[in-house]
């Protein structure tokens, strides 16, 4: 396996086809080619199909279907790679680059496979096909030729290797900018994965492109300046999501399960809190459902293991709702943090953050943050903290901590008379919560 592809041992022609002359010719026909010029353009498309160098290398790796046909999108994909490479425009090249890919891919000599791998990983072979084509479309070709090979021979590795050659496709198209490109071409093959019935197959496209990010992720810490590279974390949640919906559709929802938590990780490495909280709190949610599903499904069915099951997807939903509590935490303190100090927007993350937590049977922490969301609603003078404030005492009344339980009543109090100017009605009420904190304090000192 190099970069995931599996490699083919060849027993060909190991030189370049093409003479360094018939290089030169070459490099010499396009110098001075400018893409927005569509006759230039129109020109070169048609000089390079009748070069003898790019004949020669077109009947070596491709053996099927008309030789003309086969010209032409190789010119296609030549000059685009060109056109990428000069970042320019490719919208006068005639022929459409994808179907140049998937057409070609489908009429590999064997020689052509072998050359085809030998382009990728660490050290790949520098022959025609890095001259012809740019690493995501021979990643694709590679991802349409192991499709085609899946189809002939279900039993074989090649819907794997289809999955792995597209999800560097990718990382390729997103690194040359075109990020939104390289997923159409997932969505296309994942489409004839769901439509052939097979679910798990199309979502293994999604997850071998989150994966791939994932790697491309630690790869540009060494290489790319930060201010230049994709959030790759932040692609691979999105790619993680693409595969969980794909589970949902087919009904499995434990996997749905797996697939988003994996994306409230990816969100988390991205710096993205507030998504990955949102993500956490999905989870949980689909968890505590089929908790109650194998709950039901064990009273009317006596067989072991079905207990277990609702108990352990009721453990990873508070232990879901635990981190979604954490991540908000994380993403209001960013919020109050700002050189505005966002205190309102702050405190309805806190309050997210605290519904978290009860959620998780974690009071204290769910408190914590309730006092926290009515100090950033004091801050803003509005009116929720009261609120947020009453949730608090019942949460560390909840806990146990009837200290604390007294320090959030006198800040409900104060709340109170932030909130409207003092009146008997609310001088009243003020002093009924100040009584109760004195009496909570009282409790708490003499335990």
Same mark, same amino acid.
């Given at each position: ?37 569509? +006759? ?42 060109? =056109?990428? +490479? ?24 064997? $020689?052509?496979? =072998? ?21 995501s ?18 039993? $074989? ?13 990718v ?6 900018g ?29 997850? $071998? ?18 201010g ?7 692609l691979? !949640? ?17 996997q749905?399960? !797996? ?55 009721a453990?990873?939903?508070? =232990? ?40 998780a049977?974690?009071y ?73 904190? $004195? ?9």
């Amino acid at each position: 396996m190099v970069d995931g592809l599996l490699t083919i041992r060849r027993f060909f022609r190991t030189v370049p086809l093409v003479s360094p002359d018939r290089h030169k010719e070459f490099e010499v026909a396009l110098a001075d080619l400018k893409f927005d010029d569509e +006759d230039a353009v129109l020109a070169a498309y048609d000089k390079i199909t009748h070069m003898g160098g790019f004949d020669s290398f077109c009947d070596w790796v491709f053996h099927l279907g008309d030789k003309t046909t086969n010209l032409r999108a190789l010119a296609t994909l030549t000059l685009c790679k060109l =056109a990428d +490479d000069r970042k320019q425009k490719t919208h006068w090249i005639p022929g459409s680059r994808q179907e140049a890919v998937n057409t070609l891919a489908g009429r590999l000599s064997p $020689s052509g496979i =072998a050359a085809l791998l030998e382009t990728f990983g660490a050290k790949p072979k520098n022959h025609e096909f890095l001259q012809f084509l740019a690493e995501s479309d021979r990643y694709c070709m590679a991802g349409a030729m192991y499709l085609g090979k899946g189809g002939d021979d279900p039993s $074989s590795e090649c819907d794997e290797l289809a999955a792995d050659a597209y999800a560097q496709a990718v990382v390729a198209y997103t690194r040359d900018g075109r990020y939104a490109h390289g997923l159409e071409i997932c969505a296309s093959v994942a489409g004839v994965y769901t439509q052939a019935g097979e679910p798990r197959l199309a979502a293994a496209i999604y997850l $071998s492109v989150a994966q791939a990010c994932t790697h491309a992720a630690k790869s540009d810490l060494e290489v790319a300046a930060p201010g230049t590279r994709p959030n790759w974390h932040s692609l691979a !949640a999105e790619a993680y999501e693409m595969a969980a919906r794909i589970y949902d559709d087919a009904g499995l929802p434990e996997q749905v399960a !797996a697939a988003y938590a994996q994306a409230a990780a990816a969100y988390m490495q991205g710096g993205r809190q507030e998504e990955a909280a949102n993500t956490y709190m999905r989870v949980a949610q689909i968890c505590t459902q089929i908790a109650t599903a194998y709950e039901q499904a064990a009273k009317a069915d006596n067989r072991a293991g079905l207990d277990q099951k609702a108990f352990a997807m009721a453990s990873d939903a508070r =232990a879901a709702y635990e981190m979604a509590g954490t991540t908000y935490e994380m993403a209001a303190k960013e919020h109050a943090a700002k050189p505005l100090g966002l205190h309102s927007l702050a405190a309805q993350v806190d309050e997210r953050a605290a519904q978290a937590y009860e959620n998780a049977g974690k009071y204290e922490l769910a408190a914590n943050a309730y006092m926290r969301a009515g100090q950033g609603y004091s801050a803003s003078h509005d009116t929720r903290a009261v609120e947020v404030y009453e949730k608090a005492v019942t949460a560390y009344t909840r806990a146990g901590r009837r200290d604390l339980a007294a320090i959030a009543t006198e800040r409900l109090a104060q709340a109170h008379e932030q909130a409207e100017k003092p009146t008997s009605g609310t001088r009243k009420v003020t002093g009924e919560l100040r009584k109760m904190r $004195s009496e909570r304090l009282s409790i708490s000192r003499s335990q």
